[in-house]
């Protein structure tokens, strides 16, 4: 593989396909806020606005301002978004609700913790981008309200029957991961430190399971235990492997070098383990103990399960050297610009069947917004252009001690 050309290859598709695509069609110049229901050209079948879908652009173009290029477009796309979730996406006390009709109405109530994660993640990118404290403030308050529910994320809306079988989910420590290098600038360090090591205990020590072969799953009891149940037996891959590429992120600031060792080890047995041997690419679900899944979509192929798994695999390889990593990124690379990039329309597809066929043509709905499609690229070519200018002074080095 030619890394040079492939750091050209997901930059490009980055800035001249994804990112104009949601510039062009998810902005509501009427309303404010973001369309993400939109069909394969890109327009919109339903106007309805999602919370955490809208955090997500808010964050994607605030980031891509602070690290990639000082662009006017995207922070106005960035400031419209959160000026419009500052005002409609919550109740006044910053419990955000799930979903609002364009308008900004409430349409469904605050039981979804993703909402307030993500609405923290915008707010402490857009108070970079504009160094206005009261996005400060917002995404602070939102994450305290986050750790206050970290027991029962869904709080009143939690529909399990309490004391019976208490499970705990893998989604939240997971995201938290992330989120703590999100808003290390607004964190006090003493928090900080505290809820990274939680997070990695978490996610390294309960949920990753050695007697199961070093998979994690994702729900356990609360004492940390498995459960021989539909929930307990769950296994999502993709998610997994996501959150691998946090905790090397985490393994990176704190000099780890046996954390992300661990990590990349357990990308490998993830991918292993997920991956469709007969038709290629990486299962949504899998029952560890081969039990028909009860989710209908145990065996589609989604966009962001292979956009992760190539971000683990190449900060992998960047770290640790590792071939399997670049033998691994070579072939999901394949599947994935094969399948789901979409040659005659902007932006990727993101749901296909087992065989890879696509099975819906939109480009955004409920579930896929501006997010995992911009964000893998830009992660992957960050990554290959790391790993490209190590490798050039490397080069240059060896030249030198020749020419000695």
């Known amino acids: 593989m030619n890394l040079l050309e492939l750091e050209k290859q997901y930059k490009t598709e980055l800035l001249d396909n994804v990112l104009p695509f949601w510039i062009e069609h998810s902005i509501d110049k009427e309303y404010g806020g973001y ?10 079948f ?18 891509l301002y602070n690290k990639v290029e000082k662009k006017q477009e995207w922070l106005d796309c960035a400031i419209q978004g959160g000026e419009f979730l500052k005002k409609y996406g919550h109740d006044g006390n910053y419990n955000w609700y799930f979903s609002l009709n364009r308008q900004g109405e409430p349409l469904v109530e605050p039981y979804n913790i993703f909402s307030y994660t993500f609405a923290t993640m915008a707010f402490g990118q857009l108070y970079k981008a504009t160094g206005n404290e009261e996005y400060a403030q917002i995404a602070s308050k939102t994450f305290d309200i986050i750790l206050s529910k970290s027991d029962n994320p869904k709080g009143k809306w939690n529909k399990a029957y309490p004391g019976t079988r208490n499970l705990k989910n893998f989604a939240l420590p997971m995201i938290l991961c992330n989120l703590a290098l999100e808003i290390e600038h607004l964190l006090p360090p003493e928090t900080l430190n505290d809820m990274i090591d939680t997070c990695i205990h978490e996610v390294m020590d309960v949920f990753l399971r050695p007697e199961l072969g070093g998979i994690i799953i994702e729900n356990v009891t609360l004492d940390g235990k498995l459960s021989d149940t539909f929930d307990g037996r769950l296994v999502n891959p993709g998610h997994a492997i996501e959150a691998m590429w946090f905790i090397m992120d985490l393994g990176v600031r704190l000099n780890n070098k046996q954390l992300i060792d661990k990590a990349v080890k357990t990308t490998l047995t993830m991918l292993e383990y997920g991956w469709d041997k007969k038709y290629g690419g990486v299962f949504y679900y899998i029952d560890r103990l ?12 989604l966009w962001w399960v292979h956009l992760e798994t190539l971000i683990s695999l190449l900060k992998g390889y960047k770290l640790t050297g590792s071939k399997e990593c670049l033998e691994w990124f070579e072939k999901v690379h394949n599947y994935t610009w094969a399948n789901f990039k979409d040659e005659e329309h902007p932006e990727w597809f993101g749901y296909l069947n087992r065989r890879g066929e696509v099975s819906l043509t939109l480009k955004g709905g409920k579930w896929k ?21 190590n490798s050039q002074a490397e080069t240059s080095s060896c030249k030198s001690e020749v020419l000695r």
């Open 35 to 44: 369309f993400t229901c939109l069909e394969r050209d890109g327009s919109i």
């Open 46 to 63: 339903d106007t309805d606005k999602f919370i955490w879908l809208q955090g997500r652009e808010v964050w994607m173009f605030s980031m």
């Open 290 to 301: 081969g039990y028909p899944p009860q989710q209908l979509e145990w065996d589609q192929k």
């Open 369 to 389: 917004g501006c997010f995992h499609v911009p964000r893998g690229l830009y992660q992957c070519w960050k990554t290959l252009e790391g790993i490209n200018q």
